[in-house]
């Protein structure tokens, strides 16, 4: 079956640090990925996306790296700020073809420790 | 530029009984998407609207109905509602001659008691 799983459900990280997020995705068949920010009681949040034909794409203060032969997707969030801390979900989008329906992970929790 | 709107913001139901859900896509969307998110869980897909039809569906039942309107705004209707069926329910929106960037509603926090 598919699947987009992330490999941690919650990471602690210094004010300042850089954070990196993971995920693995199990269906080859994606048009793209994309990475979501959800706060306490607000709705996904766009952080930034990355076509299935690109290995990194980098946004402000945000890279998503994408590794096809090994089926793993990361978020790298540079000099992380107490605003950072939030659920981050990474999604899969099949295009147009499957109306461009989302398929989600579980979700990673990042705290922000001052 | 207004983004996603959804309301209610939060409801209270009982079980058996029936619910509808509103959302307005951001402006210049066309197409609008409702998913469920229990706690502690990423968002399911329910179904998408688009030119006021269903295009895509999810694994629900059909106690989840939709309607899209004439001017791209969408209902989520919930019938029997079942304790299972409390849940954040999250709206996203795009356009169909842009991106394929969906955005995201502050959702309607449904309890069903």
């Known amino acids: 079956g598919e699947s987009v799983g992330l490999h941690l459900p919650t990471l602690s990280v210094q004010e300042g640090d850089n954070s990196i997020i993971n995920c693995a995705y199990s269906?080859?068949?994606?048009?793209?990925f994309i990475w979501y920010k959800q706060e306490s009681g607000k709705g996904p949040q766009f952080i930034i996306d990355?076509?299935?034909?690109?290995d990194k794409r980098q946004g402000q203060r945000v890279t998503v790296l994408l590794n096809k032969t090994v089926k793993h997707l990361s978020l790298q969030i540079a000099a992380t700020q107490p605003g950072d801390s939030a659920v981050y979900f990474c999604?899969?989008?099949?295009?147009?073809?499957?109306?461009?329906?989302?398929?989600f992970g579980g979700g990673t929790r990042v705290l922000v420790k001052p | 530029d207004a983004g996603v709107t959804q309301s209610p913001t939060h409801l209270i139901k009982t079980r058996g009984q029936q619910v509808t859900l509103r959302c307005s896509p951001k402006?210049?969307?066309?197409?609008v998407s409702w998913y469920q998110q229990a706690l502690g869980q990423g968002p399911q897909f329910i179904f998408q609207?688009?030119?006021?039809?269903?295009?895509q569906r999810g694994n629900f039942p059909d106690r989840f109905s939709g309607h899209q309107f004439p001017n791209y705004s969408s209902e989520l209707n919930v019938n029997a509602l079942l304790l299972g069926d409390s849940a954040l329910y999250l709206c996203?929106?795009?356009?169909?001659?842009?991106?394929?960037?969906?955005?995201f509603g502050p959702g309607t926090r449904l309890t069903v008691l």
């Open positions: 609207y688009y030119e006021e039809e269903e295009r």
């Open positions: 990355i076509r299935s034909n690109m």
């Open positions: 402006s210049g969307h066309d197409t």
């Open positions: 999604a899969e989008n099949k295009g147009k073809a499957a109306g461009n329906k989302l398929t």
């Open positions: 996203a929106s795009y356009g169909t001659g842009g991106t394929d960037t969906q955005y």
């Open positions: 269906n080859s068949a994606s048009d793209y």
